[in-house]
């Protein structure tokens, strides 16, 4: 049997496995957390600094300050004077170091156009107590050329080993065209991971995949992604999940696993896309979803606050076009339950999750939701 029937087999097995009795699926509902009117533009991701205060990432290059009830009106940080905000650009992420209460330092990933079009990933260094962070403290650590101003990915999130991940889109256009995510020279097309902690400008963890191997740059995790907008770890498993944008066909959710190859451009999803004569070994998605279902996959987060039992375990991820909510339930190496959960009026940019764990949806046009549970 070829790779790709085979990797067609595991997903119509996991499919079939994964059926659910209505009965059974969760009944989250989304309780308005942030309205419209408060002023929200283009919210992009939520986050908070190890605190009840939670942060809201502008795509135009502020980030928000929501503590004790409110939205301050002041940026958080104020970063419009460098970013470049428009279709996929901007300020993309906002990630709190893991002992920001001691060192203040956050970091951010945006575009920008100085003096071409590029990814910047930089360290900011704040009181930790303070509502406003010195927008000139600002340490670039990485910046990457953006050949087109497409799939940047854009989200920089510490994992629980303390280093920095860094998802990076395949560069833009469509199709890939000049094979970047399987470039192993080249950081587009990859989830990189740093050590922020060792300066000058960062140091590469010794127990990266490829660390002293010259074929490969070496903050390179993994390879052959197209873009993965949004990925988060589970606070309980420590599994990686991402949510890769697909091309015209499918959508897929990935478990990130050090050294992996995640098949693009080679496979959209399971499907062939562009073959070549000698494949590499590859991992496939462990869900994928077509055209009937959405067009722009969001990665989501799986739940393990305590407000909602039900909830835990659940790996929640939405469709940015359709608005479509969904579930699942992965145990390291099949899925156990997958359901439709709700269908949003809005458009989900992106989910975040508070410091107890509780999760959120922002939408894109403006408001940000709480999940919440029907009675």
């Known amino acids: 049997m070829s790779l790709i029937l085979r990797l067609m087999f595991l997903f119509e097995l996991l499919g079939c496995s994964a059926i659910l009795s209505a009965a059974d699926v969760p009944q989250i509902k989304l309780e308005t957390f942030i309205k419209r009117s408060q002023g929200l533009e283009r919210p992009l991701y939520l986050t908070h600094d190890g605190t009840r205060r939670l942060f809201v990432v502008e795509q135009p290059g502020r980030v928000r300050l929501f503590v004790d009830g409110d939205l301050r009106d002041k940026p958080y940080l104020d970063l ?4 470049f905000d428009q279709g996929e650009c901007g300020l993309l992420s906002v990630a709190f170091h893991p002992d920001f209460a001691k060192n203040g330092y956050l970091y951010v990933n945006y575009t920008t156009r100085r003096p071409k079009l590029r990814s910047v990933i930089s360290e900011f260094k704040v009181d930790p107590e303070s509502e406003v962070v010195d927008p000139t403290s600002e340490r670039i650590i990485l910046t990457i050329d953006q050949p087109y101003s497409n799939h940047n990915g854009g989200l920089v999130l510490f994992g629980p080993d303390g280093m920095l991940y860094i998802g990076m889109g395949d560069g833009g256009a469509a199709g890939d065209p000049q094979n970047r995510a399987q470039d192993t020279k080249n950081l587009l097309g990859k989830m990189l991971r740093i050590d922020v902690d060792k300066r000058t400008p960062y140091g590469i963890p010794k127990d990266n995949p490829y660390p002293k191997d010259s074929r490969v740059a070496p903050e390179i995790w993994v390879i052959g992604l197209r873009n993965p907008w949004r990925f988060s770890f589970d606070r309980k498993t420590g599994f990686c999940y991402a949510g890769d944008v697909g091309q015209n066909a499918l959508e897929e959710v990935d478990i990130i696993r050090k050294g992996g190859n995640y098949g693009w451009r080679i496979y959209e999803g399971t499907r062939p896309f562009k073959m070549i004569d000698r494949i590499p ?35 929640l991820y939405a469709d940015y076009g359709s608005g479509r909510i969904w579930g699942l339930k992965y145990d390291g190496k099949e899925i156990q339950s997958q359901a439709e959960l709700l269908r949003m009026k809005g458009q989900p940019s992106s989910f975040g999750e508070d410091d107890q764990g509780e999760l959120y949806i922002c939408d894109h046009g403006g408001a940000v939701y709480r999940i919440g549970m029907e009675k």
């Open 80 to 83: 419009t004077d460098r970013v």
């Open 281 to 315: 070994p590859v991992i496939p998605p462990i869900i994928e979803y077509d055209r009937s279902q959405g067009v722009s996959i969001t990665g989501g987060i799986v739940y393990r606050g305590t407000a909602h039992p039900v909830l835990d375990g659940w790996y």
